[in-house]
């Protein structure tokens, strides 16, 4: 039924692709991606801290109702993040501490909530990635209706079934299956790009001639 149904995933990004990418920033990645993708600065982390990346199980989920949820919980593999779009409702919390446990106790990489999240005292003194858009401590109900394993959408970033989710202090970002490559290749020459301009950063020989050279191009008027 439309509207009321787990599916199989059919395909996911491999541990290899997710562990190349967890160690680049996120906002390289995004550079990479021409900054037009992004789950929208509501979506922060209130994990103790460190990166999320794996394949999406995604949920689709009846604000305020948290069993689809619990199924995908109980289906993800090893490795995967369960992402849920739970319409950006924070009227109630959809996963809490003892979900939580369920996840890591099942070997999972974290958890999405586009939603409310509770116990989040807890959730700050662990390193189990979560992100949420915001915390209620009202509970959940468990009535459905929801899916599992189809296309979401988070602020208008399109999630699919096994897409890279990754994510650090600076947000959440999905990297379309087809597309890992192609965006892993610009994001680490990016991230290598940087690191040299860091290092003449701190030698004192970083070029700027950049600057007025866009100023002068763009017509911008400058006193002598």
Same mark, same amino acid.
């Given at each position: 039924?439309?509207?009321?149904?787990?599916?199989?995933?059919?395909?996911?990004?491999?541990?290899?692709?997710?562990?190349?990418?967890?160690? =680049? #920033?996120?906002?390289?990645?995004? &550079?990479?991606? +021409?900054?037009?993708?992004?789950?929208?600065?509501?979506?922060?982390?209130?994990?103790?801290?460190?990166?999320?990346?794996?394949? /999406?199980?995604?949920?689709?989920?009846? #604000?305020?109702?948290? =069993?689809?949820? @619990?199924? /995908?919980?109980?289906? !993800? +593999? #090893?490795? &995967?993040?369960?992402?849920?779009?739970?319409?950006?409702?924070?009227?109630? !919390?959809?996963?809490?501490?003892?979900?939580?446990?369920?996840?890591?106790?099942?070997?999972?990489?974290?958890?999405?909530?586009?939603?409310?999240?509770?116990?989040?005292?807890?959730?700050?003194?662990?390193?189990?990635?979560?992100?949420?858009?915001?915390?209620? @401590?009202?509970?959940?109900?468990?009535?459905?209706?929801?899916?599992?394993?189809?296309?979401?959408?988070?602020?208008?970033?399109?999630?699919? #079934?096994?897409? =890279?989710?990754?994510?650090?202090?600076?947000? $959440? $970002?999905?990297?379309?299956? %087809?597309?890992?490559?192609?965006?892993? /290749?610009?994001? %680490?020459?990016? @991230?290598? /790009?940087?690191?040299?301009?860091?290092?003449?950063?701190?030698?004192?020989?970083?070029?700027?001639?950049?600057?007025?050279?866009?100023?002068?191009? =763009?017509?911008?008027?400058?006193?002598?």
């Amino acid at each position: 039924m439309v509207g009321f149904r787990v599916l199989k995933r059919r395909r996911q990004v491999s541990a290899d692709v997710v562990e190349r990418f967890r160690a =680049l #920033p996120v906002a390289n990645i995004s &550079d990479s991606m +021409s900054r037009m993708t992004a789950g929208g600065a509501r979506l922060r982390p209130l994990h103790g801290g460190g990166v999320l990346a794996g394949p /999406a199980v995604t949920v689709k989920s009846r #604000p305020g109702d948290n =069993l689809m949820i @619990h199924k /995908a919980l109980d289906i !993800a +593999s #090893p490795g &995967d993040v369960v992402v849920v779009d739970g319409g950006g409702d924070l009227t109630n !919390a959809l996963i809490g501490e003892l979900m939580i446990s369920h996840a890591q106790q099942r070997g999972l990489a974290g958890i999405v909530i586009y939603g409310a999240i509770r116990d989040s005292a807890w959730i700050r003194e662990h390193d189990f990635p979560v992100f949420a858009a915001g915390v209620s @401590h009202r509970g959940p109900y468990k009535d459905g209706p929801g899916e599992i394993n189809v296309p979401i959408a988070i602020e208008g970033m399109v999630i699919a #079934p096994g897409d =890279l989710v990754i994510g650090d202090d600076d947000g $959440l $970002l999905c990297v379309p299956f %087809d597309e890992v490559e192609a965006v892993y /290749a610009a994001a %680490d020459a990016k @991230h290598k /790009a940087e690191t040299r301009q860091m290092t003449a950063i701190h030698e004192g020989r970083n070029d700027r001639s950049w600057v007025d050279a866009t100023l002068a191009r =763009l017509g911008c008027e400058i006193e002598a």
